[in-house]
């Protein structure tokens, strides 16, 4: 078991995220943004100036976190957009020495009902992520986010079984503010302890995000008050402890959105301020896999 965590929350910058996961005495980061760019997009250029500075800092990429058919893609776009994300990223991946790689199965389409969703087109170009990914010897992930997979955990289970293999990336935060489509309308939030219950076995890596759902925004990602680490509505200490109890081994990814929010440009924070909540949050997380482990 290890902990990792989203470093471009501490800082957009290399040199910060490096410097974040060395304050916490950790030896990896989930890559996603550098200078506001994802790892798979950055110029080569830049790539191999992150990937000098890693190397000489002693800090590896444990996993992108891809934008691989994420909720800013739909299903209807051209498959081609995707294939060459795909292509940016295995290189970079071996180049790096990473193994997992954070995907997701595109956008909700919410002119469609919940059993409308092109589900057979979803189905299709996950195997072919699947299959190239595992080709080059890499393991793709899918994270249960605003997509597809996420929609309930009957719709991640269809996709597990309509993708051999596939396994998944669990974030603990997500269902506290997701709507639940297996169920009627006007649809209630998710459980994340429901949800991690029924996906558990297929589980390889873990988000840890916590949170409580406050309205709705009129946008894609509702009003959330986003808390330190058990001190939300994600189940976090109950999905801990069942994963460290069932001899879980992988990692524990923190997402804080505590200063700084991915996917709201509105939301901007102090960079001493955004560095602290990064590393306080990773204490937090520290002394949870530490209580729990000495039960």
Not at 121 to 136: D, N
Not at 155 to 164: I, Y
Not at 264 to 276: G, H, P, T
């Amino acid at each position: 078991m290890y902990l990792t965590g989203f470093a471009d929350e501490a800082a957009p910058d290399i040199d910060g995220q490096i410097r974040a996961t060395k304050e916490l005495g950790w030896q990896t980061i989930e890559a996603r943004n550098v200078n506001g760019t994802n790892i798979h997009d950055v110029s080569e250029e830049a790539f191999e100036e992150i990937a000098g500075k890693l190397q000489d800092a002693g800090v590896q990429i444990n996993c992108f976190g891809s934008a691989i058919a994420n909720w800013g893609k739909r299903i209807t776009d051209p498959f081609d957009i995707t294939l060459e994300e795909v292509n940016q990223a295995i290189p970079r991946m071996q180049r790096l020495g990473t193994q997992l790689i954070r995907i997701m199965s595109y956008a909700v389409l919410d002119d469609r009902e919940p059993d409308d969703q092109m589900e057979e087109e979803r189905f299709r170009r996950l195997r072919i992520l699947h299959q190239t990914f595992t080709a080059a010897g890499l393991t793709p992930v899918h994270e249960n986010c605003m997509n597809y997979g996420g929609m309930s955990w009957q719709h991640t289970l269809r996709l597990v079984e309509n993708v051999p293999g596939l396994k998944l990336v669990f974030d603990t935060g997500n269902p506290v503010f997701t709507d639940d489509r297996s169920k009627p309308k006007p649809y209630p939030k998710q459980s994340s302890w429901e949800f991690y219950s029924h996906v558990k076995e297929h589980i390889a890596y873990v988000h840890i995000k916590d949170g409580r759902f406050v309205e709705e925004s009129g946008g894609l990602f509702p009003k959330v008050e986003y808390t330190f680490p058990g001190e939300g509505d994600g189940d976090v200490v109950r999905i801990v402890r069942d994963l460290l109890e069932s001899g879980y081994d992988g990692g524990f990814s923190i997402e804080p959105h505590l200063s700084v929010v991915h996917h709201d440009a509105s939301v901007v924070s102090e960079e001493e301020q955004r560095f602290n909540n990064y590393v306080e949050y990773g204490r937090r997380m520290e002394r949870i896999v530490s209580e729990l482990s000495n039960e």
